[in-house]
Structures are given as structure tokens and as C-alpha cells.
């Protein structure tokens, strides 16, 4: 494998210069977001790097399930405060939090014990990427469920209510905008699997043949991984889904809009 | 109250008249106990009480684009009759929901609750947008239920609405409900 060196990053790092020098010559005034993420991603990769290395190196089942749960924290304070109008109190971040573990559980579990089985089980190489991987599916899909479940029952408040008051169930009133935030939330994926190979090269299959790795062995992995996610993202927006209307509504089947911000 | 009685609430905005039928149609929190024919609402899950004492807002929602997509295939013609009896042809009835005017949207919403011959209604300012004639026609429907035994309660700003009804009348004030004076 070759190895990468600092000069070989600055090198690289000329490109962004580039978008920065377009961003000033045409007024675009991009040039200071763009600086400032691009440095950002350095050093959050860079930190990660080290934090990853020094994980796998502790190979201890407590230090690997400590990184995965702040991993999963962050992917739930993302989903939480995605939606422009957002669930009152710590609602919010409960809902999105129970939908980041079970999601995750569910399908890393899964690969964890049948497909992929390191020895030890809990070996961070394979724990910790493969929870990153799946975060990413579930952060996209639960976004985008609770969104469209939230700003849905904004917008359709009074229709909603109309039915209720004539002794419609809320089940069936809303589920109409139920199923529109679940398709949303499901998009993504499908998106991601009919497009890998053809439109785009999946990041992990690129990464493991450039890292040596047989490139029909690699397809193998993106395959698994692929249904990996799909279950992730299903799992996550049907979750949040629930959740949120269940949150939105109260014993007596009223329409608990009182509870968003 | 009892069989076929009418009661008009009137008051100033604000004063929590629709708060006080949202909150009969137990559609927002409250700690108060209704019942119905001897039934007691908390007996009842919240859909079917609110299928027997159905509530029309003041402005009213809409869930499909086409009008008769709010109806139930079997209670078409009926509900078409009901819309015809307070003046709305057969034309805004068939067509979609954002061409209708307000006048329309408001007794259509009523024929909804209409149509499921319901022991009560609650009903926020069922005539508001209405011309007089229009107004009339509603009355006269209201008044064939409250004959035929259905209990109304209705928030109306219009102070002889209550009167062509035959209503009981009370006003509401800083959120407290008291006999109309004078009544």
C-alpha cells in the first residue's frame, strides 16, 4: 500500500487554495466556509485517526462500546435538532437517541455475530467502522423521517384536526404523512444502492482495492454493507416515525402541536 | 341539557368560546367531565366521543384535493343533498377544495359533521361567513335536528342567531361562561 505523506496531503490541499481563489475572483463569498471546513475535516480526521488508533490498540470491549455510544450521542443530537420546528424538551433528543441505538443494534449486531464475526467479537477494527458506516445511513434517514414528520403535521395541522373532530382516529388521520416521511427517509438508500457501480464507486469498496484488497472480494463487502444500511435506514425511519407521532399526540387522540417549538 | 336543545355562546374574541368546545370535543387538555345520553365521555375512547358530539371549526381543514374525496362513497348522495339544501351546488361540490369561498368550505365542513348523525353538535360560528340568505338555509337544517332530538351547542356572533334557533343563550367572558342578561 502506499503510503501517504505530508507533502503529499499539502500538494493535494492546492486544490481547495483553487476553489478559494474562484470563490474571490467571483464574488461568491464562499471562500471563508470553505477554508474553514476544509481545516475543520483535517483536524477532525486527524484527531480521529489518533483516537482510533489508540482504541484498537486498548482492544477492551468497554473502551470500544464507550466510543460507539458517543458516536451514536452525536448522530442522535444531529437528527434532534435537524427539523425547523423541533419536539419541546428533551423529547427530541429521546426520540432520536432510542432510534440511533436501536437502528444501530439491530443491523450492527446482526453483522457482527453472522457475516463479518472478528475474534474477538468486539474487536474495534471491525466495530467501530462498521457502527460509523451504519451511523451515516441512520443519521440520513432518521433526519429525514422526523422532518418530514414534524414540519408534516405543522403544515397539516388543521386538516388533521378536522378529522379529529369528527371522530376520525389520529392513527388514520395521519398516516398519510406517515408514509410520505417514511418514503422520504428511505430515498437515500435506495438512491445509494442503484447508483453504487455505476454512478459512483462506493467509498469502502474504492478503499479496500486501493488498499489491496481483491476487487470482487471488496464488491462482497459493499454488498453486505449495502444491506447493512438499508436495514439502518428502514429500521431508523420507521422508529422515528412512530416515536414522533406518538409524541405528538397524548392519550385522548388530541393533536399535541403544543409540544413543538 | 336535554333532547333537541340549542345553546349559542356568544363573547368577544379571545374570551375562549372555541377553547370551550375544542375542549367539550375533548380536543385540547382539560380536567372537566362531560357525558352524553348517560354515557360519560372518559368511558369512551377520544374518537368515538368526538364521532358522537362531532366539532366544526370556525376554519375549516381540508385533507384531499377534491371535495367529494371527504365523503365516503356510500354517503355521496346524501351529503351532496345536505350541500344543496344550504345553498352549495352540485358544481363547487364536484370540483376541487381550493376553489371553493369561504362560504362554501364552511358548510361543507358542516355537512361533514352532517352526515354522521350525531347525537350533538359543536359547532364555532357555523353561519360567520355567510350572507343572510345563506345564514337561513343553514338555520333551517339546524333547526330540522335540534327537531329530530340532537343537541347543539354553537359559538355565533351574531346576537339573533340564538333567538331563530330557539337557543339558550350565554356569553363568555375572561373565560368563565354566564346566562346572556336578559335572557
Redesign the interface.
Known amino acids: 500500500m502506499i503510503s501517504l505523506t505530508p507533502t503529499d496531503l499539502a500538494l493535494a490541499a492546492v486544490l481547495v487554495a483553487l476553489d478559494a481563489g474562484v470563490s474571490v475572483t467571483l464574488r461568491l463569498q464562499l471562500h471563508r466556509q470553505l477554508l474553514w471546513a476544509a481545516g475543520r475535516m483535517v483536524v477532525q480526521l486527524i484527531a480521529v485517526g489518533f483516537i482510533l488508533r489508540f482504541i484498537f490498540t486498548l482492544n477492551n470491549p468497554l473502551a470500544t462500546l464507550a466510543i460507539v455510544v458517543v458516536m451514536g450521542a452525536i448522530a442522535g443530537r444531529e437528527i434532534a435538532a435537524r427539523p425547523a420546528r423541533k419536539l419541546r424538551g428533551a423529547a427530541g433528543l429521546a426520540i432520536s437517541g432510542a432510534t440511533v441505538a436501536l437502528a444501530t443494534l439491530v443491523t450492527a449486531g446482526l453483522a457482527l455475530t453472522t457475516a463479518i464475526r472478528p475474534h474477538p467479537w468486539y474487536d474495534p477494527r471491525y466495530a467501530v467502522s462498521l457502527v460509523g458506516i451504519i451511523l451515516g445511513s441512520v443519521l440520513n434517514s432518521g433526519s429525514l423521517t422526523l422532518d418530514g414528520v414534524v414540519g408534516g403535521v405543522w403544515r ?15 392513527r388514520v ?1 395521519t398516516r ?1 404523512l406517515l408514509r410520505e416521511a417514511i418514503r422520504r427517509g428511505l430515498l437515500p438508500i435506495i438512491n445509494q444502492m442503484s447508483a453504487a457501480g455505476l454512478i459512483t464507486l462506493p467509498g469502502i469498496m474504492t478503499g479496500q482495492i486501493i488498499a489491496g484488497m481483491d476487487p470482487v472480494e471488496a464488491v462482497k463487502y459493499q454488498i453486505l454493507l449495502m444491506f447493512l444500511l438499508a436495514g439502518a435506514s428502514g429500521v431508523a425511519a420507521l422508529t422515528i416515525a412512530e416515536l414522533a407521532l406518538r409524541r405528538l399526540s ?6 399535541r402541536v403544543d409540544r413543538l417549538t | 341539557m336535554g333532547r333537541g336543545e340549542c345553546l349559542a355562546i356568544s363573547g368577544e374574541s379571545g374570551a375562549g368560546k372555541s377553547l370551550f368546545l375544542r375542549m367539550v370535543a375533548d380536543l385540547d387538555p382539560n380536567d372537566g367531565e362531560v357525558s352524553l345520553d348517560g354515557v360519560a365521555r372518559a368511558s369512551l375512547p377520544a374518537h368515538l366521543w368526538r364521532r358522537r358530539a362531532p366539532y366544526v371549526a370556525a376554519e375549516s381543514g381540508w385533507w384531499a384535493q377534491q371535495v367529494h374525496d371527504h365523503f365516503a362513497a356510500g354517503q355521496l348522495d346524501r351529503a351532496r343533498r345536505l350541500a344543496g339544501q344550504m345553498g352549495v351546488g352540485d358544481a363547487p361540490f364536484d370540483g376541487a377544495v381550493d376553489r371553493l369561498s369561504t362560504g362554501e368550505r364552511q358548510r361543507l365542513a358542516l355537512v361533514r359533521a352532517l352526515i354522521l348523525d350525531s347525537p350533538a353538535l359543536l359547532l364555532d360560528e357555523p353561519t360567520g361567513p355567510l350572507d343572510p340568505v345563506s345564514a337561513s338555509r343553514v338555520e333551517a337544517v339546524l333547526l330540522d335536528r335540534l327537531a329530530g332530538g340532537t343537541v347543539i351547542i354553537l359559538v355565533s356572533h351574531d346576537p339573533a342567531q340564538g333567538p331563530r334557533l330557539g337557543a339558550r343563550r350565554m356569553r363568555m367572558a375572561d373565560r368563565r361562561l354566564a346566562p346572556e342578561s336578559g335572557s
Open positions: 397539516e395541522r388543521s386538516a388533521i384536526e378536522a378529522q379529529l373532530g369528527l371522530g376520525v382516529e389520529f388521520a398519510p397524548d392519550a385522548r387522540q388530541r393533536l
